[in-house]
């Protein structure tokens, strides 16, 4: 049977004490894409239309790291810990070499699985996140705290102002979003507890502290990498794309127009298109 993002089953393998979760599904091929999902997000919250994309021609690997969701264990305060946990379920798969996609704090964990286990990586692709020490990702975003902190009617309402822009398009393009977020009715993930993102939150926080010459690690990532975002972002500040293309030795940077934190999702046939072309390179 070809398994899609709807059908595919949740899986489970044990690596460093924990079962992780996990769903694959998607034309076999050499090298697998990993992704790695944003704050309090779950394998429910990609979009099928960025992963059913994907999946037409390669391999597709979701996951839920430990503490998250349907993965046991608890989630750790620091991001090389997460890339750790990562690094260890990639490689209880039996994989050898991957490419690995991460957004927002993925896009950190994404970094640290490249930095530790460097011949793991094969390309690497960066979305709306940030460089260790990037702008307001210590404090968090002024914006960002107003949107957490709001209460909603509907819960899907946070991710329209989480991932969109406020514009007619931008939020119309979010409403679709959330018609296919919504398409697999069974074996759905259970939403994030309140301890996981608190956890989250101090990784953050601990990724994002001042320090000197912090972006020097940068040079370390020596894959080909592509960083993407919206040029809206209020999650994430649009800057801190900018900042990862040019302190890494080999990147390409690519800004959606009226998008925010889920540009992703705001525009998923032209990223598989961009992300493809950039994968088959």
């Known amino acids: 049977m070809v398994h899609t993002h709807q059908t595919a089953p949740t899986q489970f393998v044990e690596a460093k004490g924990t079962h992780f979760a996990y769903r694959r599904f998607g034309k076999e091929g050499d090298v697998p894409l990993v992704f790695n999902m944003h704050f309090m997000g779950a394998m429910d919250h990609w979009d099928p239309a960025v992963t059913d994309g994907f999946a037409e021609e390669r391999e597709v690997i979701l996951f839920d790291n430990a503490g998250v969701s349907s993965s046991s264990g608890d989630v750790p305060g620091s991001v090389a810990e997460m890339g750790a946990n990562a690094m260890a379920f990639i490689n209880a798969l039996g994989l050898k070499q991957v490419d690995i996609l991460g957004f927002s704090i993925g896009g950190l964990v994404a ?76 074996d759905r993930d259970p939403e994030v507890t309140e301890k996981a993102a608190l956890a989250q939150r101090t990784a953050i926080a601990r990724w994002g502290a001042k320090r000197e010459h912090a972006w020097n690690y940068l040079k370390e990532i020596k894959q080909p990498t592509l960083v993407v975002n919206g040029g809206n972002d209020v999650i994430i500040y649009t800057i801190n794309s900018y900042i990862l293309q040019q302190n890494l030795p080999n990147a390409q940077l690519i800004i959606y127009p009226d998008a925010a934190h889920g540009s992703l999702y705001q525009y998923p046939e032209l990223f598989v298109r961009h992300v493809s072309m950039f994968l088959e390179t």
Do not use: C, N
Request: no cysteine; aromatic share 8%; glycine share 10%.
């Open 111 to 186: 970094q640290e699985i490249t930095l530790q286990a460097p011949d793991l990586v094969r390309r690497l692709v960066l979305v709306g996140t940030g460089p260790r020490s990037g702008e307001s990702m210590d404090t968090g975003t002024r914006e960002g705290k107003q949107i957490f902190g709001a209460t909603y009617e509907h819960p899907d309402d946070l991710w329209l102002r989480v991932h969109f822009t406020p514009s007619e398009v931008s939020q119309a393009a979010g409403r679709k979003f959330l018609e296919r977020f919504r398409l697999r009715t069974k």
